[in-house]
């Protein structure tokens, strides 16, 4: 029983991360695709202004999902570590240089510098959410089992391609809303069709690599199309479906107003759909959730510092978006300094 929550627990700290940091990911996919100095000049603008308050916080999902895997399901942790350390280390650097990139290419005095550290923030924006799909989608594929190593195979298969494609567009997808979003919040009306149209764009190619994915997965994945297709699965399918063409529809409103809202959920409800549909295993068909649980004892106090840190931290992370999305947490600018100056001084 208490395995069992634990692993939904687990599902949900990834489908937080998917929304979350895939959001952040998928600015820096329109941060590559924005074009040259000049052409990209304001969506850059927008997306350091719109990432700036909140990026470093989606890495908290990232941690919660590592430490539920390594205390919880610590089998399951090994497996999946040993069998596809590559493409998991790739993603740990691309996190790295992202931030890195991120972090510098402001402050770099040099034109030579800000482009650098620009092109490496935009290029792991785009890798690590791939090489982090691809490895999801070798446990997806049951690639990975005890008897496994590491092998390219593992993680460079069909299904395990299009769950790195899939991770792209769904961060792209995210990523273009939410900057339409905050181009209507910093009054930027030609921003705001900039992302709108990204934003379509991004949603069709998510519908059409869905559609692709789901047939290659009745051949490659058996277990998980299958759970894809009936039960709870479908169900969440379905949920993502629906999402998906309500985003499409609220973005051709002027005020496009919940996009942002059925964006997540189409996002999340997929996540969700790939874990129901591997139910009741962690790694299909080698490895089920029982199975792969740690002592009962771990388990129990790994269920209650869960539920005081997501007491903790929820909260926090509902009102620094809260704060975000109202357009609290704006930085100041040089003139907000000089008026503070000046009415100090008086």
Known sequence: MIAGVIAVVLLLAVAAYACGGGTDYGAGFWD????????GK???WLIDHAMAPVWEVNNVWLIFVLVIMWTGFPVFFQQ???????PLVLAAVGTVLRGAGFAL????????????????????SLLTPFF?????????????????????DAWANPTSLLFGLLAIAATASLGAVFLAADARRFA??????????????ALAGLAVLAVITLVVTHGDAPHVWHGLTHGVGLFFVVVAALATAATAWLLTRPAGAWSRATAVAAVASSVLAWGMAQRPYLIPTSLTVAD????????RWLGFVTL??????????????????????????????????????G
Do not use: C, Q
């Open 132 to 152: 982090l799909g691809a490895a999801a989608g070798g446990v997806a594929s049951g690639r990975v089992n005890a008897t496994t190593t590491a092998s390219t």
């Open 105 to 124: 290419r402001k402050p770099a005095r040099r034109l030579a510098g800000r482009r650098l550290y620009g092109a490496v923030f935009a290029v792991a």
């Open 42 to 44: 304001r969506p850059r």
């Open 188 to 201: 930027a009306p030609d921003l705001d069709v900039y992302f709108r149209r990204r934003a379509w764009g």
């Open 80 to 86: 999946v570590f040993v069998t596809m350390w590559l």
């Open 292 to 299: 792969g649980a740690g002592a009962h004892s771990t388990m």
């Open 32 to 39: 590559l695709t924005a074009g040259g100095a000049e052409r």
């Open 308 to 345: 005081v840190a997501l007491v903790l931290v929820i909260p926090a992370v509902v009102l620094l978006y809260w704060l975000d999305t109202h357009g609290e947490l704006e930085s100041l600018t040089d003139a907000d300094l000089r008026r503070a100056g000046t009415g100090d001084e």
